[in-house]
């Protein structure tokens, strides 16, 4: 079956880095019998650039029309003094909002080649492997009423709502027991129900589906207690899941872990798995043009891709031990490069996983 893939380079480094997952798919396609067509469209400041909008409508069209979507990355100086209304970041915000990609998948994994540019004790993060599962489109950030509005007392008041509706919870709940079900079958959900209703009714969903899941065995957490636990012990968990606003802010913690944003992909999830796939990382301008972003979180991306879009779980486990294989060889970008390595660029990181795949399909 022929998967139509929109691929979105987007600014800055973002246009080097997708250049190296496309030579990925390339490969997987002339080796390993996978039939993946790229089409490529505008977004971000290139965009705005190009046609007056980050999100111009033809982009939009091509996006609903693709199977999935590969996006580098968004932003850079020359944008900054935009109205909000056409800032770069806007493209993807519009992507997300009309593609209904409510579950974002942030995976933290620190290979052990790399335990040295964590922060924390290399026995605490070495070998690494979590998935936090956000709801991305609800709670709090959308909730309304929200505003800042003037008491009889003159004095302003900032409030917002903190909602969900039990199908919200459950479909992301689902999303997080699927994706569970694909690794060691553990999920632990996040909430602060001993403050927060809507969290109470967070936990109560997520118990009533647990049932339709009897090989996934489900735990609690208060979201505080999973901030202390992820820099503790952050190994003890399999997937997370969570609301969007908790699931922000111990994402980027869960990230940081690893100590290198250049390694780690995300993907974006609407019901039907459809996803909108990318690194972490933003467009990196201070570096964009000099050929050494590490392109790695962006293969990893179209790993992802393949394993949460299109159920090829077999080339997806190939691209993973093929970035192993590079790591082992010593090679490493600037951002993770450390005594000893071997320093390369963008191109040259890309070219190695591409001669690490091949060496697997011969
Ligand atoms: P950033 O992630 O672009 O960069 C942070 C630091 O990490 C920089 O020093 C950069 O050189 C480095 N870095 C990032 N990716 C790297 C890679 N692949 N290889 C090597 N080094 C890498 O974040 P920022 O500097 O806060 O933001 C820059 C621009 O990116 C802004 O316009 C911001 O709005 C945008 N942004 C976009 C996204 C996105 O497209 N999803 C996400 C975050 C930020």
């Known amino acids: 079956m022929t998967q139509k893939v929109l691929v979105l380079p987007g600014d800055g480094i973002g246009v080097e880095i997708v250049a190296e997952a496309v030579k990925v798919i390339g490969v997987l396609n002339k ?11 505008l977004v971000g400041g290139s965009a705005y650039d190009a046609k007056g909008h980050p999100l111009p409508e033809e982009t939009l069209v091509q996006a609903k029309a693709a199977d999935s979507i590969l996006l580098g990355a968004v932003g850079g100086y020359q944008w900054e003094k935009l109205d ?5 970041e806007k493209g993807l915000l519009g992507l997300r909002s009309n593609l209904s990609l409510f579950s974002n998948l942030r995976p933290a994994i ?12 290399a026995d605490v993060v070495s070998g690494l492997d979590l998935m936090i599962v956000r709801e991305l489109t609800g709670g709090i950030y959308f909730g309304q009423p929200r505003g800042v509005r003037t008491l009889d007392n003159g004095e302003r008041q900032g409030y917002n709502t903190y909602i969900y509706s039990e199908s919200e919870i459950e479909r992301i709940g689902r999303s997080a027991f699927d994706i569970a079900m694909k690794r060691d ?27 339709e899941y009897p090989e996934v065995e489900l735990s609690h957490m208060y979201v505080d207690n999973a901030a202390m636990q992820l820099v503790r012990a952050p190994k003890q ?4 899941v969570t609301g969007n606003m908790f699931g922000d802010i111990l994402s980027d913690c869960a990230a940081m872990l690893t100590g290198s944003i250049g390694m780690l992909p ?5 019901a039907n798995g459809k996803g909108m796939y990318e690194p972490i990382h933003g467009s990196a301008p201070d570096i964009a043009g000099k050929g050494v972003a590490n392109p790695l979180a962006t293969i990893l991306s179209v790993a992802m891709m393949l394993r949460y879009s299109f159920n090829l779980a077999e080339p997806a486990d190939k691209i993973e ?21 071997q320093e390369v660029g963008t191109a040259q990181m890309g070219d190695a996983v591409v001669a690490a795949l091949q060496a697997q399909a011969s």
């Open 31 to 41: 080796e390993f019998g996978l039939s993946i067509e790229l089409e490529e469209g």
């Open 84 to 88: 909000i209304a056409v800032r770069p």
């Open 185 to 211: 079958k553990r999920v632990c959900s996040v909430d602060k129900a001993n403050v927060l209703e809507c969290t109470e009714l967070w936990r109560e969903v997520m118990t009533t589906l647990a049932a």
């Open 110 to 121: 620190l290979y052990p080649q790399l335990a040295d540019a964590s922060t924390l004790k």
């Open 237 to 240: 968990f399999d997937v997370m």
């Open 266 to 270: 995300s993907a974006s999830l609407d």
């Open 321 to 341: 031990s093929a970035v192993n294989s590079v790591l082992d060889q010593g090679l490493r970008t600037a951002d993770i490069h450390s005594q000893g390595m």
